[in-house]
């Protein structure tokens, strides 16, 4: 595909994984800002997120919890992929923000390396220093059946799974289902996608959504609360 660097391709989708120019400063504002993460956390505090990729939404929510300087917090990140990367990728690739979060960067290299990246299913890891402890589960699989697995629902979830005119799966109806079955009350769902099909599988997810301003080439992003009373329409496949 023209005009993406190699490195940040990832193939099976033609797609890049995200722009290294401010893409944590993209994270910040349409998921961590998007989501109200500063003024809702609290101990325990539970995000999903679909599409793990080299991990550099994980490293944006660890550096917004260093900014809220609340030391004894412990959260949750759980998060999907379905074709993990070798560690010498996301190595190269997140070394594009080293200057600002080397720290950070190190302690998830560390470990994702302990994990069996062939072994199918929940992964667990613990990244832990001044800014508290976030308990990494990681499903190594399909993203529907990672969301079906969980037992305890998210308070917000980050929805990063490629272009949906590239990627439909990640967009689909009875994925989107699955996730608001997975929210807890008062909790929130971000994405850069306003596509009309993502905004409407939400809203029968659930979820009360919104055009948000974007950030750097996105014009727009989307965020919502869960509000299954207002705006729950059941799933139905397609006969
Ligand atoms: C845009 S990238 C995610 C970038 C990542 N959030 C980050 O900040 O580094 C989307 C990821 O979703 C993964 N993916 C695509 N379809 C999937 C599916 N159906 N189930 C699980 N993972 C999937 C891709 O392999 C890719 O790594």
């Known amino acids: 595909m023209l005009g993406i660097p190699d490195l940040l391709l990832n193939k ?90 080397g720290h950070l960067i190190d302690k998830l290299i560390d470990v994702y390396s302990r994990f069996d990246l062939s072994a199918r299913g929940w992964h667990h890891g613990i990244i832990s220093g001044g800014f508290g402890v976030v308990n990494l589960h990681l499903f190594i699989g399909e993203a529907l059946e990672m969301a079906a697995s969980m037992a305890i629902p998210c308070d917000a979830w980050f929805l990063d799974g490629h272009d949906p005119a590239k990627n439909p799966d990640m967009w689909r109806a009875e994925l989107l289902s699955e996730i608001g079955r997975k929210t807890a009350r008062g909790g929130t769902v971000t994405t850069f996608s306003v596509a009309g099909h993502v905004r409407r599988n939400l809203t029968a997810a659930g979820f009360s959504v919104e055009k948000v301003p ?11 609360d869960f509000s299954p009373e207002i705006s729950c329409i059941p799933y139905k496949p397609e006969m």
Do not use: C, W
Request: aromatic residues 8%; proline residues 2%.
């Open 12 to 101: 099976q989708y033609d797609d890049r994984y995200f722009d290294v120019i401010n893409a944590l400063e993209e994270a910040k504002h349409i998921h961590i800002r998007g989501s109200r993460f500063a003024d809702r956390l609290k101990n325990g505090f539970r995000i999903g997120e679909t599409g793990f990729g080299a991990g550099r939404m994980l490293i944006a929510v660890i550096e917004a919890l260093e900014s809220a300087n609340v030391p004894d917090i412990e959260i949750h990140y759980s998060s999907v992929e379905l074709y993990p990367m070798s560690l010498d990728k996301m190595t190269r690739i997140l070394n594009s923000f080293r200057d600002r979060a």
């Open 214 to 224: 974007g950030h750097g080439r996105k014009r727009e992003a989307l965020r919502g």
